[in-house]
């Protein structure tokens, strides 16, 4: 039985209805500022707007797809689980010992961003680098809770 489940995953604004309504803006957009070119004789000006548009566009769903991705951590009688799901669905897992597992909260330096670091036998684990300072503080203290609570004998 669980101990301790979370799922971590990056906030996304847009969902699959909202990229839709992006990306036809966008192409309205597009639409209303190509047949302006070539009104005005510009015509090269529509194969531009149109590879801009595209990459908009293109962008625009890669970052949708990133939303897929997400990290699960369980913590049950076998130790801890750490489960990343990428954004086409592909699984890596890593099992960390608990007995001895360190939980600290590494703040971002501007160049990486911060993260959860755990650390057990000389391994060391990054999670949660998508959530906020928040979020990282609040889940590395319901972490060690449930550490705490595992490392508990039963006595009954």
């Given at each position: 039985m669980p101990q301790f489940h979370a799922v971590l995953t990056a906030q996304r604004s847009l969902g699959a209805r909202g990229l839709a309504w992006?990306?036809?803006?966008?192409?309205a957009f597009a639409v209303v500022t190509t047949?302006?070119?070539l009104v005005l004789g510009a015509w090269p000006v529509a194969g531009f707007v149109g590879v801009e548009i595209a990459g908009a566009v293109l962008l625009l769903v890669l970052h949708h797809q990133a939303g897929r991705?997400?990290?699960e951590l369980l913590l049950?009688?076998?130790?801890?689980t750490v489960t990343r799901i990428d954004r086409r669905g592909r699984r890596a897992e890593v099992r960390l010992q608990p007995a001895w597992l360190r939980v600290a909260v590494q703040k971002g330096d501007g160049a990486r961003a911060g993260h959860v670091q755990l650390a057990s036998h000389g391994r060391t684990?990054?999670?949660?680098?998508?959530l906020t300072e928040e979020e990282r503080a609040e889940l590395a203290a319901a972490l060690?809770?449930?550490?705490?609570?595992?490392?508990?004998?039963?006595?009954c």
């Open positions: 992006a990306a036809g803006l966008l192409c047949a302006l070119f991705a997400r990290e049950d009688s076998e130790g801890l684990l990054a999670v949660g680098a998508f060690e809770q449930a550490l705490a609570r595992w490392r508990q004998p039963a006595f």
